[in-house]
T-cell receptor
């Protein structure tokens, strides 16, 4: 069964600190992995996408890594800001194309950044 | 501006009273889908549509209907809502490479 597990479930850090969120998946065959940011009460917004051949990708203060051998990804946030407080969702796409039934969602990590 | 819109954003209703949540997109995407999001369960797909007049069940379709008569619209219909359908609902479209999904702002539904 395809699964995406995220850890920790929640995280509280102080403004300016760094943090790392984890995503482990069992989706096969693998196509790509996306990290989404979801602000409270809003729809998720894509942060990064990584394919099989990529092992790191940055988007400003967000850096995602992918280890396709161990089926693990991480999202590192540098110099956190209050606006980083949100839920971060890992989504893995199965195969090379197809329907959203081939998308497997993690349950998210709720990040709270305190002043 | 590319966007996905949903209406209403908030709705409180009673058991058994039929309701429709509308979803509209201006990106000319063929693919649209509906999700519900519940605490601790993440996003779960209800229905999806690959194109006009083509719809299929997702992971949790029971109690829901959809239609896709035009490319831009994909309404979600609850014929007889029940309290276990109280949730946050998202419409999403998908287009371009990489399967990026564009989500609407969400509809918070409460069924009493």
């Amino acid at each position: 069964k395809n699964q995406v597990e995220q850890s920790p479930q929640s995280l509280i850090i102080l403004e300016g600190k760094n943090c790392t969120l984890q995503c482990n998946y069992t989706v096969s065959p693998f196509s790509n992995l996306r990290w989404y940011k979801q602000d409270t009460g809003r729809g998720p917004v894509s942060l990064t996408i990584m394919t099989f051949s990529e092992n790191t990708k940055s988007n400003g203060r967000y850096t995602a890594t992918l280890d396709a051998d161990t089926k693990q990804s991480s999202l590192h946030i540098t110099a956190s800001q209050l606006s980083d407080s949100a839920s971060y969702i890992c989504v893995v796409t199965q195969g090379s194309s197809g329907s959203a039934r081939q998308l497997t969602f993690g349950s998210g990590t709720q990040l709270t950044v305190l002043p | 501006e590319a966007q996905v819109t949903q209406n209403p954003r908030y709705l409180i209703t009673v058991t058994g009273k039929k309701l429709t949540v509308t979803c509209s997109q201006n990106m000319n995407h063929e693919y649209m889908s509906w999700y519900r999001q519940d605490p601790g369960l993440g996003l779960r797909q209800i229905y999806y549509s690959m194109n006009v007049e083509v719809t299929d069940k997702g992971d949790v379709p029971e109690g829901y209907k959809v239609s896709r008569k035009e490319k831009r619209n994909f309404p979600l219909i609850l014929e007889s809502p029940s309290p276990n359908q109280t949730s946050l609902y998202f419409c999403a479209t998908r287009g371009g490479g990489g399967n990026e999904q564009f989500f609407g702002p969400g509809t918070r539904l409460t069924v009493l």
